[in-house]
Every structure is written in C-alpha cells, then in structure tokens.
C-alpha cells in the first residue's frame, strides 16, 4: 500500500488571481505564464516601470520617476470534456491485475462525459516604481508582480477529479533593478527577484498511479502481482477504494531569480530590447491531508501491516522550476501618432519535465510494507519549449489619448501525452485593446482589455487515457493603470 | 508550514474580493455518527459493500515469534501430528541405565532400584528375599554359576538383560503411555464422524500442537500428568501421568518459519450489527477454508527450522507402584497369563509394566529344560520352561526344595518387586521418579514434515483458524453480511447475497475465544414478521453450505431477530452500485 501522494499542479491556463495587495497580471498564457505583466503598453521596449520584468536596460531610458499601480479583474471560461478511451473496471471493485476480467468493466465508463467548467474571477494587481538617481545614467527601479498564476475550481466529482478538483498557484516577484545608461544608444539593465510563492490544490488521488502503493502489494508480505505505479493501465485505474481526496493548502515558497536586459536605440524612431531571465526552483512548504477514510486502508488489511488513520496530515513541498526565458523585442514609430512593436519570446517550459511532491507525515509510514514517512511523486509534465509573439499597433489621436492594438500567439508547452486539466493548454491567439489618457504631465490613466483563448484541443494521446478529451479555454482579463511621472 | 504573515494578511484580503486564495477546500475526515440502538418503529438506511481482494498464493509466514503470539486456545488446537514416543522413550531410558554412578547415587533410592531393573541382567541379578533365591542356590551345589542358571532359562546371555530395553521401552508405551486419557484422545473440527470432536491418537504416540513447538513443551507436565480416565465422571479412576515436569524441550530452532499459501478474498465481509446499526465485518478466511490452500502445489506449505534432534533440557518422569506387594500367579490358568492380581492392576502401576515386560521378553524364550547333573552325572537339577512361559523347576537326589511352577514373568515380576524396594524402602514407598537433563533425540525433520502436511490435507480447518487469526480482520458483531458469489458461478447463481453469521463469525478476543455468545434463537431470513415462514436457506456457494443466504434484490422485503430477541424489516432499495446494497432496516 501506498502512500504516495501524487499531487498536479494547476498550471497553465486558467487565470492569475490576485495576491491581494500585490495583485498580480494574472490569468495565464502558455505553461505557466500569466497574461499580462504591467500594462497593455508594457513590453521589451517600452519605456515604463514595468520594464523590471520586461528588459530593466529600458529603465536606463527614463528621464524621470514613474510609479505605476494597477489593478483589475480576470474572468476565464474553462471547459473540459473528458472522453474515456480505454477500458476501465466497474469503480466500486478491485481487480489489480490488467487485463481485468471482462465481467468486472464497466461499459458506461466510456466515451464522452458530462463536461466540467471552471469560471474563476479573480482580482489582479501590480506595482512598480523606478527613479533615475543619477540623470542620463543610472535608474533604479522596485516592482512586486505575479509573471506566474493559476486558480481553477472545478466540481470535485466530476470526470477530471483525478487531475485536479480546485487550485490556487501563483509566484509574485519583487525585484530591484538597475539600468545604466551608455550613451544614446545603449542600455544596460539587470534585477534581483525574490520570488514568493504561495500554492493550494485538492485533487483525487489515485493509489494506482503510486509506486509505492504497487510496490506493497507485490513485496512480501502480501505478494501479489499487480499492474499498479506509474505505467498502470486504465482497467485498473480510478477505483472507488483507491481514490483518496487529498489536499495541499498553505504552501509558500521562497526563492530568487535574476534578469539582464539590453537595450539599443540605433535610431530614434527605432527601438529594440532584449531581455533574459532566469530559471526559479520553486519549492512550496505547506500541509497535505488525505482522506484514507476506507476501511481497505484503515481496517481491513491491517494484519498485513496497511493500516492508516483516516485521516493523514502532514508536510508536503511541491518542487518544480519556473522556465528560463528569452525575449526579444523591437519598436518602431512611424509618425507622431503610429507606431508599431512587438516581441519574440522563446520560453525554456522544457525545464519542467515533472512536479515533484514530497510528502511527510509519521502517519504516512506503513514499517510492514517498507514504506517509510516520507515518499516523493514525480508528476510527468515532460514539456516542450515555446514561444510567443506579440505585435502591437499604437494610434495617438490627440497629444493626450494614446490607443492600441496586440495581436499575438503563444504555443502549447503540455504534449498531448501529459496535458490534463491541471493545464489545461493549447496554442493561443491573444487579443486585446488599450487606451492611455494622459490628464497632465503627472498623471496618466491605463486602460486595457486582452483576451486570449485556445481552438478547442482534442486529445487522443494523452497517456494511459488520464487526458483524453476536449479542452476548451478563454480568459479575458480587464486592468487599470496609474502612472505617475516625477 | 505557517505562511509569513504578509503573505497571509495577503491571502485573506483575497478571499472576500473573488474567492482567490480559498478556493482550495482542506480535506477532512468528519467523525462518524454515533450508534445508537433503533427505536422500535424507527427505520434506518444502511449501504454494504462487498468489495474481492483475490489474493493468489497469498505467502503468510511466520517466525516462531509470530507464532509464540497467537492465543494460546489457537495454539493448542492445532494440531500438528501425534508423536510418537518410541526413540523418545528408548533414549530416555537408556540415559537412565547408562548414567554414570555418580549421577546414579544423586537418584532417589527408587530411581535407583528402577535403574538397577532396567540393568538387571542374570549376573548381576540379586534374587535374596525372592522364590528364586533357593532354587539359584541348587545351582551352587552343583558347582554351576547361579548367573549361567538364570541366564539360560531366560535363553540369554549371562551380561544380558534379562528383559531387553526395547520391550521395557515398548511395554511403557503402551501401557504406561497409551492409557493416559490425553494419548487416546485429541481434540478436533466437530464433524458427522466425530460429533464430540475427538479423534483417536495414534498408539505409543502423544497429540503434538503448534502450541508444544511455540511453548517447547512446557504445557506436557500439565497434559500428561495426573488425569481422570473420563473428565465428565467426578467418580472416575485418575491415571498418575507419567512427567511430572518438563522443561526446554524443543525440535524447532530460532530461525523457525512456517510459510504456507493461500488463496482467498483477503477483505472481511461487511455487514449489520442489528443492535446499533453499524456496519461490522465478518472475518471472511473460515468460510473459505475449502479452497483457501492448494494441495496441489507442492510449496504450499513450508516449515524451515525443525531441528535434527529434539533436546530436552530437562524432563522427569514417574512410575507408580501399588501400595501393596501384589505376587506372582502360581497357577496356569486363567491362560495365557495366569492367575495373578497383578493383572488386574491398573495397566500404569509399576507392577503390571513389569509383568507385561517379563512377559514379551518371554515371548522370545523357546520352549526347552535345562538339566544340572552332579559330579557323579547324576540329575541333580532342572528347569524347564515350555512354549506359554510356564516354569518348572525340579530338583532331584534332595538337593532342595525348588520354587513352585510358574509363569516366567509370575516369577521374575517378585525379582523387580523386591529389588524396588532395596535400600529400605517400605511397600508404597517406591515410586520411580527420575530425572533427566540435557537428553538428545535424533528426529527426522522432514519426515515430521510430511507428516503435518499429510495432517493438515486431511483437515485444513485448524490451520485456516490460524490463518483467520493472523488475518483477523473482524470488527463489530454483525447479524448478518453481504456476499456475492464469485464470477466463476453460473448466471442464475450471480447476485447479492444476504448471509445470517454462523457461530463460527462470531468475533474472537485475544484469546481466540468468542467475544459473544451465539443466541440466535431464530437464524435466518424470514418472510413474515412471525418468522414462520423461513425464504434462506444453507444452499451451497462457492463451498459455503453452513450459512442461511437468501439472494436478493431491490424491492425485497425481510424480516430477522437478532441475539437480543430484537425483531427486524429489512427492505432491499435500489443498488447504489454493482458492489454495494442499499437496506432500510426498520425495528419492529
């Protein structure tokens, strides 16, 4: 028997929430990214506060203070069908040896289930502030952001619950940087980032899935062989008895990372921006609980050495790494009232191959089988690298209104063999308009409205029939901004 | 983990602005309801699953730690082989015979004298005090060795025993040994065949249980001492026993392991304690025990450990003698023993051992005279014995009165009588008691082996009720349970099952004795609130014929009593699932 705890992570699509006071840009793009970070003027060669993520080198371009403040609201549309193509047991028996004796499958279980929907709301919010100390040469700059974000509610016992049921992730920066500025033409700009991170998640989990759970039944005493762990077949998965509630609420992670930009002015209507970050090991701390309330775990075996209370709690971490990014950007204004920019985002999302869950917990021990109180979960996400592009349009109709357009893309970092509803991905068309209203030399007004959603995705390959189905995402995200200049 | 205060100050603003933050709910577990007892007309829902965890060749080892924790009442009645006594018996002895004379003067005076009998051989035989004494005597006057007398009317030689170890080893076996109640009698399953549950032992053997391996013995002192012939009549003669004490006695090492396989749904059935409405489980191994081990496979037992020889660190055996000074026959009839009381004795007491060993030994000696002739070659002095055993001594040109005739063994048991009694000893006072130490049996291993085996193929049931305790998986005092045959059945047979308990479901303690007693006055299914009409039946599934079942199915109705008298409807509603049953149990 097992205790391993196998705990997914809601990455990817659904929406940022906000942190409260430090709200973050939320919902999120492809793998984990959020949406938007700063305004829907904000970008590798933009020259605002927000560059500490985007490229810190165009700090080097302020000529004055500026602090930026934001807050606004997401709203996302997820949808997931689950679509069973594989051969599955009557739920309410156990039968652990695959192939399962025709008579124990369950015909219903198969094909097309009801579909799940999670529409999370969620506020957002943002702060930057940046400050030239030395004229013409050396910016300093302070932001608290949230460049990575998940929530997602979906009904505990609907077809997904084995991927996940509710969760909350979100990793918010706070960064100081530096911006020196060469001459005319270049700039150079760097930021430390302490990361903080805080996750929740609540999901059924599977004991067939777990090693070690297989690795008991098939070890003396018991020695039974079995088709459970990692590989198990569909036919002897989602059982009744073996299908605990499990939580993990309270996780914080602290960590940090670092940025480098350039930024280059070869001619005054041209701009161009490069901005590297680094990767973050995000390790969240928090409290697991499981529900072993089936008297197949808390009484009936219990002369073999599987016995455990009904309900176990203890310490989890939840490991994984934030991608390591590369973005490059480029602008350029037409007249005094068009330009046009855009970046190229190439996003290391292959650094993630799993999540890694350690769970902790005397209760966890079962001496008898050879478990011990700790057990360790990788979570295969095995994804890919991806991109995103974006193009922008800006229109200043008056010397006070500044209006735009984005346009962009970003492709999918779940394969169909491991996407699920704990990222619920796909490639992405991205959308949105925006309007500045400078009210005086001080004070501008940020208004920006940015969709983004996925073609519904199919999926037939999803291994060991844990994803298959439809999934189906929109998020659109409403911020407002104050800049103040100084 | 605490999350740091700004980040929860954070989090809990969150919260009321869009659920961000406490969208994730804690798992818990709440605590059950309470049971209580149904009020009469109250009704309550109860659901049952059936859940099979078909374990195949299920290995259950166990280490004589293991072992040394099951309850004693498990122990005791399993029963592994009877044990035969006979090496045991001729060490024992032979040890006795054999110890040196310093051991020798630490005995007691009748330890001795029983050790000079078992020695006694024509030469070193002292016949003063004994019919035998005069007519010896003759042979002095005719200048032969009274020894070469002796020894040739016992045919045997002058430094043999006049009765061999073998036949003294023999005849405390089967009567010192095999009349003792605990050697004629074991304990077993109640069957048709054995409807008191007792079963013969075999002769000259004693009942071995797990409970000697586990102990090393230490409850034989107490089984084969002192003992009523019949334990149900207070009037009945009491047989002495014959250990007084018995300790480290052991044939099994420290690695000792017992490993046998099983086959069986591992999981408990899950039923109704009508008392309070629980759910309860039922340990399932007992109903099981038809195909909960397969003979066919030839590990499916394994015992590692027993050892080449059974040591006995320490062992004291007793003999009885009667309190009075019982004689020879002197008469041919009644045949083929003769006329003497000792006979009748009891076949324990000293006496009668010795008079059934004097005569087997006699057995062996072939009918013929022995003639002593003076120097003058006159007959001086014969002894014949003739092919019963009978003795005659005749003496001529009156050298002297012989003994009068007799049986060989009438004459020979005054010989040992007598020299039981050497050293002062008064009648009544000689009991043998002896003692040993550090005694070393050779046993065969895998012969005992295959003896459990061959025992536990006959009869499963005690092993199963080992597995049934180590795999004790009962909890509650269900009423009835929930079963459904396995897939292999026919159609017809496929179904839920409602099974009332049997006494052998009743839940054990830790001393494997039942928790309850089994106070059904009405067991089964009824289809009328009288319970008049029975609809269950002990109708053979799956190997189980001892269960009233009844096959159910939504929209059904029953009505039971439970061990208090209580009376109940139980009213079948529709299958939450293909494994679970939904009941409305409403007390009458």
């Known amino acids: 028997m097992q205790r391993t705890l196998r705990l997914t992570l809601p990455l990817t699509a659904t929406l940022a929430t906000a942190l409260a006071l430090v709200a973050p840009s939320e919902a999120q793009a492809s793998g984990l990214d959020a949406p938007i970070v700063g305004t829907g003027q904000s970008g590798p060669v933009s020259r605002d506060a927000s560059a500490i993520w985007w490229n810190p080198a165009q700090l080097g371009n302020l000529k004055k203070g500026e602090l930026l403040l934001g807050g606004g609201l997401i709203i996302g549309d997820i949808r997931y069908t689950r679509n069973y193509t594989g051969n599955y047991q009557t739920p309410d028996s156990f039968q652990f040896k695959s192939p399962v004796d025709g008579a124990y499958i369950d015909a219903a279980k198969s094909g097309q289930q009801d579909q799940v929907v999670a529409n999370p709301i969620a506020p957002t919010g943002n702060a930057f502030f940046a400050y030239p100390v030395i004229k013409d040469r050396l910016v300093l700059g302070a932001g608290f952001y949230v460049p990575y974000a998940a929530a997602l509610n979906f009904p505990k016992t609907g077809a997904q619950a084995w991927q996940v049921q509710q969760a909350f992730i979100v990793s918010s920066n706070l960064t100081g940087s530096a911006a020196v500025r060469i001459n005319d033409y270049i700039s150079l700009g760097a930021g430390v980032s302490y990361v903080l991170g805080f996750a929740e998640l609540s999901k059924l989990q599977d004991f067939a899935s777990v090693p070690e759970f297989g690795d008991g039944l098939s070890n003396p005493p018991i020695g039974q062989d079995n088709s459970f762990g990692p590989d198990a077949p569909s036919d002897v998965r989602e059982l009744e008895v073996l299908s605990r509630p499990i939580s993990l609420k309270r996780a914080v992670s602290h960590s940090a990372t670092f940025n480098v930009g350039l930024a280059v002015n070869p001619t005054k209507k041209l701009n161009l921006g490069l901005n590297y970050q680094h990767s973050t090991n995000m390790n969240y701390r928090g409290r697991f609980a499981i529900d072993m309330n089936d008297s197949f775990f808390t009484h009936d075996l219990a002369s073999q050495g599987v016995q455990f209370k009904p309900l176990v709690v203890g310490d989890a971490v939840l490991a994984f790494k934030l991608p390591k990014r590369l973005t490059a950007g480029a602008g350029y204004t037409i007249n005094d009232r068009w330009r046009v920019d855009g970046f190229f985002s190439y996003i290391f999302y292959s650094d993630i191959e799993n999540f890694a869950v350690t769970t902790t917990s005397p209760d966890l021990a079962q001496p008898a089988l050879g478990i011990g109180d700790t057990l360790t979960v990788n979570l295969p996400r095995n994804w890919r690298n991806t991109v995103w592009v974006e193009g922008n349009v800006r229109f200043r109709p008056t010397e006070r209104l500044l209006l735009s357009g984005t346009l962009g893309y970003q492709s999918s970092a779940s394969p169909d063999s491991t996407v699920d509803t704990t990222s619920p991905d796909g490639n992405r068309l991205i959308g949105g308009v925006g309007g500045v209203l400078q009210v005086n030399e001080r004070l501008g007004l940020i208004a920006d409205a940015r969709m983004q959603g996925i073609l519904p995705r199919t999926v037939t390959d999803s291994d060991y029939d844990l994803g298959n189905g439809t999934y189906k995402l929109f998020i659109a995200a409403i911020a407002g901004h104050l800049q103040f200049r100084f | ?588």
């Open chain 2, 1 to 588: 983990m605490i999350a740091p205060r700004p980040l929860l100050l954070a989090v809990l603003l969150a919260c009321p602005l869009g659920q961000a933050g406490c969208i994730v709910d804690e798992v818990t577990v709440p605590d059950p309801p309470p049971a209580s007892e149904l009020a009469p007309g109250e009704t309550s829902t109860v659901e049952l699953r059936f859940l099979r965890f078909e374990v195949d060749g299920f290995q259950q080892v166990m280490t004589i730690d293991d072992v040394r924790a099951l309850p004693k009442k498990t122990l005791d009645e399993l029963w592994l082989l009877d044990y035969s006594l006979g090496e045991t018996l001729d060490t024992v002895l032979a040890q006795l015979r054999d110890m040196s004379p310093t051991e020798a003067d630490a005995l007691p005076q009748a330890a001795k004298n029983m050790r000079n009998l078992l020695k006694m051989t024509p030469d070193n035989a002292s016949l003063v005090g004994t019919k035998l004494e005069e007519a010896i005597a003759l042979a002095g006057t005719v200048a032969i060795p009274p020894a070469k007398v002796l020894a040739a009317l016992a045919q045997v030689g002058v430094t043999d025993n006049l009765v061999p170890p073998d036949v003294i080893s023999e005849v405390v076996l089967d009567l010192l040994v095999s009349s003792h109640p605990t050697a004629q009698k074991r304990k077993g399953p109640v069957d048709a065949d054995h409807p008191e549950g007792l079963y013969p032992v075999a002769e000259g053997s004693i009942p071995m249980t797990l409970g000697d391996l586990a102990s090393n013995f230490e409850s034989l002192a107490d089984r084969f001492g002192p003992a009523p012939l019949d334990p149900d009549d207070p009037m009945s003669p009491i047989h002495p026993g014959f250990i007084d004490k018995a300790y480290g006695i052991s044939i099994v090492e420290e690695t000792f392991e017992m490993a046998v396989k099983v086959s069986v749904n591992a999981l408990p059935y899950k039923g109704v304690d009508l008392g309070d409405l629980s759910v309860a489980s039922v340990n399932s191994i007992a109903s099981q025990v038809d195909t909960l081990f397969d003979f066919d496979d030839p590990e499916w037992l394994k015992v590692e450990g027993l050892a080449e020889e059974m040591v006995i660190q320490e062992l004291t055996m007793s003999i009885r003698e009667n309190d009075k000074f019982v004689t020879g026959g002197d008469a041919r009839d009644p045949k083929p023993e003769g006329n003497s009381e000792i006979w009748d004795l009891p076949p324990w007491e000293f006496e009668h051992l010795i008079m059934e060993g004097a005569r087997r030994a006699a057995a062996s000696i072939a009918e013929h005279c022995d003639e002593y002739r003076l120097a003058t070659d006159a007959l001086a002095f014969q002894a014949c014995i003739d092919g019963e055993g009978w003795t005659e001594m005749t003496t001529f040109a009156d050298i002297g009165a012989p003994p009068p005739p007799a049986y060989f063994w009438d004459i020979l048991v005054e010989v040992a009588q007598v020299r039981l009694h050497d050293g002062g000893l008064a009648e009544g006072d000689a009991d043998v008691q002896f003692t040993l130490r550090d005694v070393r049996i050779p046993i065969d291993p895998d012969a005992i082996l295959v003896e459990i085996k061959k025992n536990f193929e006959a009869d499963p049931s005690a092993l199963a009720a080992v597995a049934e305790r180590v795999n004790d998986a009962a909890e509650g005092d269900a009423d009835f349970y929930f079963y459904q045959p396995q897939l292999s059945n026919e159609a017809a047979l496929q179904g839920d099952y409602l099974y009332f308990v049997t006494a052998d479901d009743i839940r054990k303690d830790d001393e494997a004795e039942p928790v309850r007693p089994y106070d059904y006055a009405k067991p089964g299914f009824f289809a009328d609130a009288e319970l008049t009409d029975k609809v269950s039946s002990p109708a053979l599934i799956d190997g189980d014929d001892t269960h009233e079942k009844i096959k159910v199915s939504a929209g059904d109705v029953l009505y039971m009593e439970d061990d208090a008298g209580r009376r109940f409807k139980l009213a079948v509603g529709e299958k939450p699932s293909p494994s679970r049953i939904k009941l409305d149990i409403t007390r009458l």
